[in-house]
């Protein structure tokens, strides 16, 4: 079955850096756009990027954008993203997520989140 | 881009009842509509795409519907495991944006 595993979150100082993966299997991993989207403690859901199935289009919400790369590696089924001058704001569960097969831009499948704790 | 508003934020409900949430777009977004589940610790769970097309395996007590800026999400005798908190999100264009969440507690 489909599963994603969320890894590398942690607490961190502002300003330093962090890398996130996402270990997919159960489903083809190269024909699959990917996503991340977090939730800050006591909000909402928050889009934050996408890579598409080839690796050759990204998108990032406003807020990280120029801090935030997300990347893929096929021949391990990861997908990363590096995190670039964390701030306090950046402070959230981090997820990611798969986009349906069948049904374009929906998320079908989440993995449970990792931690980030940006704090002095 | 999109703002997503859902009510009421939390709702209270015994098992049994019939619960409706309801999501307003602030464009049109025709029916590029999810309703997700989440608990605390856990992944999000796909309930319904495209405003009213059930995902495999949720059960039938759930239903979408809606299109242009009105969105519900019914669920039709709430079962105990149904305590959770409810996320729309559009997705007729970049950025993805989600509502708030409405809490359905006990």
């Known amino acids: 079955q489909v599963q994603l595993v969320e890894s590398g979150g942690g607490v961190v100082q502002p300003g330093r850096s962090l890398r996130l993966s996402c270990a997919a299997s159960g489903f083809t991993f190269t024909t699959s756009v990917m996503h991340w989207v977090r939730q800050a403690p006591g909000k909402g859901l928050e889009w934050v990027a996408v890579?598409?199935?080839?690796?050759?289009?990204?998108d990032y919400a406003d807020s990280v954008k120029g801090r935030f790369t997300v990347a893929r590696d096929d021949s391990k089924t990861l997908v990363s993203l590096q995190m670039t001058g964390l701030t306090i704001e950046d402070t959230a569960i981090y997820f990611c997520?798969?986009?349906?097969?069948?049904?374009?831009?929906?998320?079908?499948?989440w993995g449970q989140g990792t931690l980030v704790t940006v704090s002095s | 881009d999109v703002q997503m508003t859902q009510s009421p934020s939390s709702l209270s409900a015994s098992v049994g009842d019939r619960v409706t949430i309801t999501c307003q777009a602030s464009q049109d977004i025709s029916d590029f509509l999810i309703w997700y589940q989440h608990k605390s610790g856990r992944a999000p769970k796909l309930l319904v795409y495209e405003a009213s097309h059930l995902e495999t395996g949720v059960p039938s007590r759930f239903s979408g519907s809606g299109s242009g800026t009105n969105f519900t999400l019914t669920i039709t005798g709430v079962q105990p495991e149904d305590f959770a908190i409810y996320y729309c999100q559009q997705y007729d264009q970049y950025p993805l944006t989600f509502g708030q969440g409405a809490r359905l507690d006990i």
């Open positions: 890579i598409s199935h080839d690796g050759r289009h990204k």
């Open positions: 997520a798969r986009v349906s097969p069948e049904q374009q831009s929906v998320l079908d499948h």
